[in-house]
């Protein structure tokens, strides 16, 4: 019975460690360190991209700026479907500086009508860490060639 209280005691002293803990692209263990937190405010976090036609490749562009007095960090960046391949600032972005988080939307690989797709960042900001930017707008069928 001791054997097995002590064997209860480790495991959650280890587990509360961890608490917090990220993988990074490696497997390793981020830790959170929320001292170094901080803000974001996004200029752009919905934006139309108007009516285009099937077979357009469209860049789309999301401003930000680190509104905090702490390095601002994407950790990550990642689309909600395979017609968009997101992109955006790497490395560390001083207070008071912008980045962008830019996604390529390919309409051949979407469908035609309307359209809304998103894209899910995560950063070390307070409160809220994870932000989700969403692009709108209608995909037409192509012209035929006359």
């Known amino acids: 019975m001791k054997s097995w209280l002590a064997f209860m005691v480790i495991s959650i002293a280890w587990a509360s460690c961890h608490t917090g803990d990220k993988m990074d692209a490696a497997g390793q263990h981020q830790i959170a360190d929320t001292a170094n937190y901080t803000s974001i405010k996004w200029l752009d976090s919905v934006v139309n991209i108007g009516s285009i036609q099937m077979g357009a490749q469209v860049k789309i562009v999301f401003r930000f700026r680190n509104t905090g007095t702490r390095p601002l960090f ?3 960046v990642k689309a909600g479907c395979g017609c968009t391949v997101p992109d955006y600032t790497h490395g560390a972005i001083a207070p008071g500086a912008e980045g962008v988080v830019t996604g390529a939307f390919d309409t051949n690989k979407s469908y035609i009508g309307e359209i ?3 894209i ?8 809220r860490n994870e932000h989700t930017l969403i692009f709108t707008g ?3 069928d192509k012209i035929p060639a006359q």
């Open 120 to 127: 899910f960042v995560t950063s070390n900001t307070r409160n």
């Open 74 to 76: 994407l950790v990550t």
């Open 138 to 140: 209608v995909i037409k």
């Open 116 to 118: 809304r797709k998103s």
